[in-house]
């Protein structure tokens, strides 16, 4: 029994013993596997790395420390992004917000190659390019009429007051005999273009009480009108610009006070101061007696190279604003390089209308009586009413005093700013005339009232 139990002890004791070198060994594992992962200079590097020991029978625990893992490189630093110039408004400064441009599909169909280029065909130097048969039918030209007719018209009864209130419907118009169909029609009030002729080769009594009235003239125009003042005699000179009814122009027509006419005395053939001297007892001094005989000077009045200096000017003006040249003359014309058809022509291309004031001889009621006589050298003829008719000025105002002559100023802007104004669009003739110039005619559906329009106008190109 004792030594059973020895025995017994004895085995316990030994269990005991191995179960602690088992507790050593799993507590000295780790530092081993350390130990074992380093390789030594005599072993290869491969064999002291997660393989077992060949010379001990038991295996090497799992290492329980790993190699550290490789860094991984920092990625770039973003690139800063390129900031676009904020758009503002030059104005108020606030930025401009621009929808964003819209990117176009993606397909996965493959692009299509552009067309081929048609072949190139190139000329030699001064040829046409019309050459060969056929080439005209290839090219093809536009033609387009941009004729759009205006026709101002005053509408007066009988005892020359204007008429008001009328309607499109009482206006017929014809060009070359055939209606037209209007398609503007106004009575408003129209801004006015005025470019003042001054005759200076009338007496010189006419030609004060013309300077007179230059206040009464002043007064005439509105504030939104522009006026330019033009002389003529012998030549043609321009005092003022267009510019408004103010200060400047009154300064300008100031200064016009100083102008003298011309001496309308009767000649001198006798006495101290004729052209043969001094008399004495019937007998002229150091001669024989001879009959005196009076040669009346050349003179000249370029009447129609004033109205076609003014028209020239006018025709530059806005066409928004109604031209109109107002002349104050006895009408006279003599030794003007422009011809009255070629002046006339100038006035009804640009629409521009006459207005006249006659004085002296033109205003009196025989004067185209006593035109048919006339010296030689002299101005003949009165040429007013000849372009006032035919572009529609109303009739010519002729006027002998002074108040009579203020009074026509503010009566002859106040119908060319308050006439009706018809407008259409011609078509096109179906037999073509080599004269281009085509006759208008204005009639009022209402008996008893006196139409003034201009008689006719000449087209513009076509523009091709």
């Known amino acids: 029994m004792g030594s059973a139990a020895s025995t017994t002890r004895k085995r316990g004791n030994s269990g005991s013993l191995i179960a602690s070198i088992w507790v050593c060994i799993g507590l000295l594992a780790p530092a081993l596997g350390a130990q074992s992962q380093a390789p030594s200079p005599q072993q290869p590097a491969n064999q002291s790395q997660g393989q077992p020991n060949q010379n001990s029978g038991i295996p090497d625990a799992p290492s329980a420390v790993q190699p550290p893992a490789p860094t991984p490189e920092p990625p770039p630093p973003p690139k800063p992004e390129e900031k676009k110039p904020v758009e503002r408004d030059p104005w108020t400064n606030q930025p401009i917000n621009k929808p964003a441009p819209q990117s176009a599909p993606e397909t996965n169909e493959p692009a299509s190659p552009p067309p081929p280029m048609p072949p190139v065909k190139t000329l030699p130097p001064g040829t046409s390019a019309k050459q060969g048969p056929g080439a005209q039918e290839q090219l093809t030209t536009f033609v387009v009429h941009t004729n759009f007719v205006q026709v101002p018209v005053t509408v007066k009864d009988k005892q020359g007051r204007m008429i008001d209130g009328l309607l499109s419907t009482d206006f017929k118009v014809k060009e070359n005999g055939v209606e037209q169909k209007l398609r503007f029609f106004s009575a408003d009030p129209f801004a006015l273009s005025v470019a003042v002729v001054l005759d200076l080769g009338m007496s010189d009594a006419a030609v004060q009480k013309v300077n007179e009235s230059f206040p009464a003239l002043v007064g005439a125009f509105a504030p939104y009108d522009e006026v330019a003042i033009y002389t003529y005699s012998s030549t043609v000179s321009q005092v003022s610009d267009f510019t408004g009814a103010g200060q400047r122009l009154v300064a300008r027509l100031n200064q016009m006070k100083t102008e003298r006419g011309r001496n309308s005395g009767p000649p001198m053939l006798g006495g101290p101061l004729a052209p043969n001297g001094p008399i004495i007892n019937n007998t002229p001094v150091g001669g024989p007696p001879v009959d005196p005989v009076y040669t009346p000077p050349k003179e000249a009045h370029v009447l129609n ?137 204005v009639i009022v559906d209402h008996p008893g009232l006196v139409v003034y329009a201009k008689d006719g106008y000449y087209p513009a190109p076509a523009v091709r």
Do not use: C, W
């Open 305 to 441: 190279d004033a109205i076609l200096r003014a028209a020239l000017d006018l025709s530059k003006r806005d066409r928004t604003r109604r031209k109109i040249i107002f002349v104050v003359s006895d009408g006279r014309e003599s030794g003007s390089q422009a011809s009255y058809k070629d002046v006339l022509r100038l006035l009804l291309s640009n629409e521009i209308q006459v207005k006249a004031v006659a004085l002296e001889g033109a205003a009196l009621p025989v004067y185209g009586r006593l035109e048919r006589f006339h010296l030689p050298g002299q101005a003949v003829g009165n040429l007013l009413p000849k372009y006032v008719s035919a572009t529609g000025g109303a009739p010519v105002y002729s006027e002998l005093s002074q108040h009579a002559i203020e009074s026509v100023y503010a009566e002859a802007m106040s119908e060319a700013r308050n006439q009706y104004t018809l407008g259409y669009t011609p078509s096109r003739p179906k037999t073509p005339t080599s004269n281009p110039y085509r006759s208008i005619e």
